[in-house]
């Protein structure tokens, strides 16, 4: 069975920092593309960012260069470091990848910024 299981959300005011990790089983880690997405309600998950097995990385417009994606093949985790949270950061934050054609994705972790 394939799990995907987030951690490190919380509430940080507006400037600061989080680092959300997404810890996996049951899959090959190491040869998948892992992203993470956000949702607020009411509205569609979007894509954050994303890493190819290769390490190479994309991010949505409005968080790059604030936020970095990066995966540890050993451990099977991949995480998001978040600087400079804004307002519009907040959001559930959902650890994704895709197997047999099929998306797996985490419960998600919630991340609130406030002013």
């Known amino acids: 069975q394939v799990h995907l299981v987030e951690s490190g959300g919380g509430l940080v005011q507006a400037g600061g920092s989080l680092r959300l990790s997404c810890r996996t089983s049951?899959?090959?880690?190491?040869?998948?593309?892992m992203a993470w997405y956000r949702q607020t309600p009411g509205k569609e998950r979007d894509l954050v960012a994303a890493i190819s097995a290769d390490g190479s990385t994309n991010y949505a417009d409005s968080v790059k260069g604030r936020f970095t994606i990066s995966r540890n093949n050993a451990r099977a985790t991949v995480s998001l470091q978040m600087d400079s949270l804004k307002l519009e950061d907040t959001a559930d934050y959902y650890c994704?990848?895709?197997?047999?054609?099929?998306?797996?994705w985490g419960r998600g972790t919630q991340v609130t910024v406030s002013s």
């Open positions: 994704q990848t895709t197997w047999r054609s099929m998306d797996f």
């Open positions: 049951g899959i090959n880690f190491k040869i998948h593309r």
